[in-house]
């Protein structure tokens, strides 16, 4: 990895769907990045961490649940790095996860809440508006299985 792309933190972020809904959860007010904001689970991708590693154990450490069935949706970069710093999130639907009702578990979110994709494309307070054009591609259901 060349070292400009070494410097891009990598996130990989899960967007829960079902029945037509999708999972976000409200950041904590004691965030340093989009402080109250919605936003979809997930989290930075550790060393020697896959993408989809990396979504199981977020989505786990998040909300409690375990990604089963999950595609990647694709991928966008921090739309604001002078203000926080330079990303590239990769974006997965999950529509399947063991685990039982996703909860808030620690302090990254202060609450969680499903939305139609129509309430979570209206002015709710994303954390990032990039979110917008993945959820409206929510039309067919992931199909990669995790092993």
């Known amino acids: 990895m060349?070292?400009?792309e070494s410097s891009v933190r990598q996130i990989s972020l899960a967007i829960l769907v079902r029945d037509g809904r999708i999972l976000l959860g409200r950041r904590?007010?004691?965030?340093?990045?989009?402080?109250?904001?919605?936003?979809?689970?997930g989290g930075h991708v550790e060393p020697s961490e896959t993408?989809?590693?990396t979504l199981i154990r977020e989505v786990h450490e998040e909300i409690g649940v375990t990604p089963i069935s999950f595609m990647k949706l694709g991928a966008s970069s921090e739309p604001n790095p002078e203000v926080n710093g330079t990303a590239m999130y990769h974006?997965?639907?999950?529509?399947?996860?063991d685990g039982g009702e996703p909860v808030a578990l620690g302090d990254e979110h202060s609450q969680i809440r499903w939305f139609t994709i129509e309430e979570a494309c209206q002015e709710i307070g994303l954390a990032l508006q990039e979110y917008k054009a993945f959820f409206r591609t929510l039309t067919s259901e992931p199909t990669h299985t995790s092993s």
């Open 28 to 41: 904590s007010s004691a965030r340093k990045t989009h402080p109250n904001m919605w936003d979809v689970i």
């Open 91 to 97: 974006i997965f639907a999950v529509n399947r996860w």
């Open 2 to 4: 060349a070292d400009s």
């Open 51 to 53: 993408l989809e590693e």
